[in-house]
C-alpha cells in the first residue's frame, strides 16, 4: 500500500500546528505518508484526508469559495474522504451557524456536518480557557480542550454522534467520515486525537 496523503486547508488559522501535529501522529503509528498544505481545488483532489484548521470560518468561508475550493471540498466529502474540521473548521462544515451575540450571518459553509452551531459560544477572546475533557466514545479518556472563542453544538440530527460534552454543551461530534472538535488538539502536546483522525483516512485508503 502507498503512503496516505494528508491535506491541511492552508487559508488561514491554525495550518503549521496541524501539519506537525498530524505528521507526528504518522510517524507515532508508524505510517507512511505525507502531510502538506492545500489551498487549490487541484490541490485537493489529490489528498486522502483534509484537516480544516480553526481561525476564523467567516474568512475561512468567503476566500474558500472564491477559489473553487469550498466545491472541491463537498466532492470529496461526498465521496468519502474523512475530513477534520477544528473550531472555525467545525464550522465550516455544519449545515448551519449562528453567532451568539451577532445571530445568523451570510457565511459560506460546506453543508454536510447535520448540526447548528453556536459560534464563540463560550464568549470572545478573553473567555478562552483550558480544561480537561473526556472522548471516552474513542476510548480517549482525558484530553487537554483548549477553547478559543470557541463553538458548541446545539443541536444535532440524527445520523450524527455526539463524542464529547463540557459544561452541558456538545463540544465533538462525528457523521461517518467527517469528525469535528470545538477545540484545538494541536495547540496540546497531546497527538490522540490526530492519530485517531490519521487511523480514520487509513481504513478508507
Ligand atoms: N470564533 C471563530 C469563528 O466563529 C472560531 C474560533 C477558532 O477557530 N478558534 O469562526
Redesign the pocket.
Known amino acids: 500500500m502507498s503512503g496516505i496523503s494528508i491535506g491541511v486547508l492552508a487559508v488561514q488559522?491554525d495550518v503549521a500546528e496541524n501539519i506537525m501535529a498530524t505528521k507526528m501522529a504518522l510517524e507515532e503509528l508508524g505510517l507512511e505518508g505525507i502531510v502538506s498544505e492545500v489551498k487549490t481545488p487541484e490541490q485537493i483532489s489529490d489528498i486522502d484526508g483534509l484537516i480544516i484548521p480553526?481561525?476564523?470560518?467567516?474568512v475561512?468561508g468567503t476566500l474558500s469559495m472564491v477559489n473553487g475550493s469550498l466545491k472541491k471540498i463537498k466532492e470529496k466529502i461526498a465521496s468519502g474522504m474523512p475530513v477534520f474540521g477544528?473550531?472555525?473548521?467545525m464550522?465550516m462544515l455544519s449545515k448551519k451557524a449562528k453567532?451568539r451575540v451577532l445571530g445568523e450571518m451570510d457565511q459560506p459553509l460546506l453543508d454536510f456536518l447535520d448540526v447548528k452551531i453556536e459560534?464563540?459560544a463560550f464568549g470572545r477572546q478573553k473567555d478562552s480557557f483550558e480544561s480537561v475533557i473526556s472522548i471516552d466514545k474513542i476510548g480517549i479518556s482525558k484530553f487537554p480542550g483548549v477553547f478559543?472563542?470557541?463553538?458548541s453544538i446545539l443541536e444535532t440530527g440524527k445520523d450524527v454522534e455526539i463524542l464529547s460534552k463540557f459544561n452541558e454543551k456538545i463540544i465533538a461530534v462525528k457523521q461517518g467520515n467527517v469528525l469535528g472538535t470545538s477545540f484545538?488538539p494541536e495547540l496540546t502536546g497531546d497527538l490522540s486525537l490526530h492519530k485517531y483522525f490519521v487511523n480514520l483516512i487509513k481504513a478508507k485508503h
Open positions: 488559522g480553526g481561525g476564523e470560518s467567516t475561512i477544528i473550531c472555525a473548521g464550522i453567532d459560534r464563540n478559543i472563542r470557541a463553538p484545538h
